[in-house]
């Protein structure tokens, strides 16, 4: 069931009804059962995947929280973790074994196993568990003894297929203490949706018009389409995966929960490092309490000289710990080495960020440029956004082949770039027409400038203190871009195929 269909609004609907009619000590009951329904609606053949996991979790999460001693407890979510991965490794990567020239399944070679081998919302669901038995095990939440109340905390629909990766001590608060019917947190969560799909069909669902045609026949491309599908691209991720975080979160406090906020403007991100901290916030989170602090606390424990080979501890330790974090969400987000490549190519800037901040910050000061501030703000977010668009174009190229026809045809074809109407040419030729490009240089801008706006609490009080016909007018501005910009074939979330 997408959320940007007619029978999920329909769905919601009934839902949000149902759940406030019932008592609050069996509201958990209505989204449980809705959970489920949902669930079943989207792909009935893995409810039972999804079952054993709340199953094995719940189970694991008390015999974690019942051992008193510190060793029993680690080995308990030791075993936790070990089959959680193989739970997930399994699915996600079991058609890739599979076909291996060496493996013993030739008559599986020709089945179309990746569909049937992949349950959705796989990824995020298991992160969602290793994250509880984690949080159980450091004493930081309680195991739940509840069991309808743990099988919601996984399955909560609007959370369930794409996140955001709740923690524990977030979510069940939430259901164990269920809050009143609440206007204002309503119309936040109805406001949160609108503003949602326009970001997923008014600019995403238009921008794959541009990139998809690019992507999938790099060789046909000159320069000036690729850098374009580019950074429509890096543009369209953003927009299709925080609007759906968007309509979650919306869709959440419609029923009484509070969501964790997954997107803060990444591409206003002055570095890698702080690009990390804006974008997909929950999994950034995630890999940091759960992967990169946990190996580098071991590798610390391991290495006993303050420098190897002139290089400092620190510094090893560091590269280290961010290049297996970051080669191990590169994995969880597919199969394929372009995955496996884009997770290292982040641990690339990130280390290279790490190993001459210092330098930086000298060179800075001794150059005077540090008085400079805003030209080197605006230097440092052009920078970062390029390095991150050409990490998106190894994350959405269908091969390593793609990846170098696509970056070496970005320096062709420049020398016929002697107009703007070329360019436009250039950029209608793979993919939308001429009002299409209109949508998009409108509403792209419209977009950070709305978000922008947002995020500054001053712009919001006059907001909430303007005339309700300027608030009305602002909404209703929304909602007609949706209805004539929107692409009619809307397509479904991208993030739903990790």
Not at 475 to 495: A, D, K, R, T
């Amino acid at each position: 069931m997408l959320f940007n269909s007619l029978l999920f609004l329909v769905f919601l609907t009934i839902v949000f009804f149902a759940n406030w009619v019932f008592p609050g000590r069996y509201r958990w009951v209505v989204l449980l059962i809705a959970s489920i329904v949902f669930y079943i609606v989207a792909t009935p053949a893995y409810l039972g995947v999804l079952a054993i996991s709340v199953a094995m979790n719940y189970y694991l999460g008390i015999r974690i929280d019942t051992r008193e001693e510190e060793k029993q407890r680690s080995n308990v979510l030791k075993w936790g973790i070990i089959l959680n991965v193989l739970f997930l490794a399994g699915f996600k990567y079991g058609s890739t074994v599979i076909s291996l020239p060496v493996m013993p399944f030739q008559s599986f070679k020709d089945w179309e196993l990746t569909r049937w081998l992949v349950p959705l919302g796989i990824s995020f669901y298991t992160f969602t568990t290793i994250s509880y038995l984690i949080e159980v095990k450091r004493r930081h939440a309680p195991a739940e003894r509840h069991f309808g109340y743990f099988s919601l905390y996984v399955t909560f629909f609007p959370k369930l297929i794409m996140g955001p990766i709740e923690r524990p001590q977030n979510f069940l608060p939430q259901v164990r203490e269920p809050k009143p019917f609440d206007y204002n947190r309503a119309t936040d969560g109805l406001r949160l949706m609108l503003w949602g799909f326009f970001k997923k069909l008014v600019i995403a669902d238009r921008l794959a018009l541009a990139v998809n045609p690019v992507f999938d026949n790099p060789s046909q491309q000159s320069g000036p389409a690729i850098i374009v599908a580019a950074v429509f691209y890096s543009i369209q991720i953003y927009a299709d995966f925080s609007g759906y975080i968007d309509i979650a979160r919306g869709a959440a406090k419609l029923l009484g929960f509070d969501l964790s906020k997954n997107f803060n403007r990444p591409y206003a991100s002055t570095s890698i490092k702080d690009f990390w901290t804006r974008w997909h916030i929950t999994l950034s989170n995630w890999l940091r309490d759960y992967l990169f602090l946990p190996i580098a606390f071991w590798v610390s424990r391991k290495l006993k000289k303050q420098s190897y080979l002139g290089i400092r501890t620190d510094d090893i330790i560091y590269t280290l710990a961010i290049s297996v974090t970051f080669i191990i969400c590169g994995i969880w987000h597919g199969v394929g080495w372009t995955y496996f490549t884009w997770g290292a190519l982040f641990a690339f800037y990130l280390t290279v960020g790490h190993l001459t901040e210092k330098v930086k910050r000298i060179f800075y000061k001794k150059t005077g440029l540090s008085t400079y501030k805003l030209p080197i703000q605006i230097f440092q977010i052009i920078m970062t956004f390029a390095l991150v668009t050409m990490a998106w174009i190894v994350f959405r190229a269908n091969s390593y082949h793609d990846i170098i026809v696509l970056i070496s045809g970005a320096f062709h074809g420049w020398s016929d770039i002697l107009t703007l109407q070329v360019l436009k040419n250039a950029i209608i030729a793979s993919g939308p027409s001429t009002w299409g490009l209109f949508v998009i240089i409108f509403n792209v801008p419209l977009m950070f400038l709305v978000e922008y706006v947002v995020s500054n609490s001053k712009y919001i009080i006059r907001i909430q203190a303007s005339l309700p016909i300027i608030r009305w007018g602002i909404y209703y501005f929304i909602l007609g871009s949706i209805v004539l910009f929107g692409p009619s074939n809307g397509q479904e979330f991208m993030y739903y195929k990790f």
